[in-house]
C-alpha cells in the first residue's frame, strides 16, 4: 500500500517553461512534506520543505503548493533549467520527523 | 547542510559473502540514523531506524538478522549485508540527524552488486 504516490514517472519540459510535478499522498496524520532531487548512484538532495499548518512555500525558483483537502501537493520550477533534469522525489513524515516515505519519483527532462 | 559520508561508493562481491557499509556524519552528532534501499526504477525504501546506543527498528519484511545494522557511536552507523545473494543488489542509503525531529541529512549511497 503505497501512502505516496508520483503518478507520474516522468516529464519533460522545455527550457525556460514552468515544471510542475504532483505527488499525492493517502495518510492524514502524515503532517510534513519535504521535495528531494536525485542524480543516478547518488544520495537525494533536499529542494524544499512544507508544514501542513502552511499551503505554499516559496524559494528562489522552486515553489511547493499542499492541497490538504485533497491531500496533494505539488513542486512548481520556474523557469526550467537544464540543469534541473533529475528524477524528483516526494516525501512525507509524521510529527514533522524524519523518518520519511518516498513517493515513487518523477525524471524530469528539461530540454534546451 | 551538513555532510554525510557513506563507504563505499561500489562494491562488487561474490554470492554468500558480508558486506559492511558505513555511514558517517562528519561534521556533527547523529543521534538517529535511517538506512534506505532502492530497487532500479523504484522509490527509496526505509530498511530501519537505528538510535545511537540502542537496537535498530526495523521496517515490516526486512530481514534483521540478514541486515545488521549497528550504530555505536554518535558519528558512525553500519549496516552489513550477511550472506549476500544476487537479489540483495541494490542502492543503498543512509541518512542522519540530530535527532528525530530535525532535518536528516542524506548520504551520497552505495551501489552494491552481488554477482
Known amino acids: 500500500d503505497q501512502q505516496v504516490k508520483q503518478n507520474s514517472p516522468s516529464l519533460s519540459v522545455q527550457e525556460g517553461r514552468i515544471s510542475i510535478l504532483n505527488c499525492d499522498y493517502t495518510?492524514?496524520?502524515?503532517?510534513?512534506f519535504l521535495w528531494y532531487k536525485k542524480y543516478p548512484a547518488e544520495g537525494p538532495t533536499f529542494l524544499i520543505s512544507?508544514?501542513?499548518?502552511?499551503d505554499k512555500n516559496e524559494d528562489g525558483r522552486f515553489t511547493v503548493f499542499l492541497n490538504k483537502s485533497a491531500k496533494h501537493l505539488s513542486l512548481h520550477i520556474v523557469p526550467s533549467q537544464p540543469g534541473d533534469s533529475a528524477v524528483y522525489f516526494c516525501?512525507?513524515?509524521?510529527?514533522?520527523?524524519?523518518?520519511?516515505?518516498f513517493g515513487g519519483g518523477t525524471r524530469l527532462m528539461v530540454k534546451p | 547542510g551538513a555532510v554525510v559520508s557513506q563507504h563505499p561508493s561500489w562494491v562488487i562481491c561474490k554470492s554468500g559473502t558480508s558486506v559492511k557499509i558505513e555511514c558517517r556524519s562528519l561534521?556533527?552528532?547523529?543521534?538517529?540514523m535511517f538506512w534506505y534501499r532502492q530497487f532500479p526504477k523504484q522509490s527509496l525504501m526505509l530498511m530501519a531506524t537505528?538510535?545511537?546506543?540502542?537496537?535498530?527498528?526495523?521496517e515490516q519484511g526486512v530481514e534483521k538478522d540478514k541486515f545488521l545494522i549497528n550504530h555505536a557511536s554518535l558519528t558512525l552507523s553500519t549496516l552489513t549485508v550477511t550472506s549476500a545473494h544476487p537479489e540483495d543488489s541494490s542502492f543503498y542509503i543512509c541518512?542522519?540527524?540530530?535527532?528525530?525531529?530535525?532535518?536528516?541529512?542524506f548520504g551520497q549511497g552505495t551501489r552494491l552488486t552481488v554477482v
Open positions: 541518512s542522519a540527524s540530530r535527532d528525530m525531529n530535525t532535518e536528516a541529512f
Open positions: 495518510n492524514s496524520m502524515f503532517d510534513y
Open positions: 512544507i508544514s501542513s499548518i502552511k
Open positions: 516525501a512525507a513524515s509524521f510529527n514533522a520527523g524524519n523518518m520519511l516515505t
Open positions: 561534521d556533527f552528532q547523529a543521534t538517529t
Open positions: 537505528s538510535n545511537e546506543g540502542s537496537k535498530a527498528t526495523y
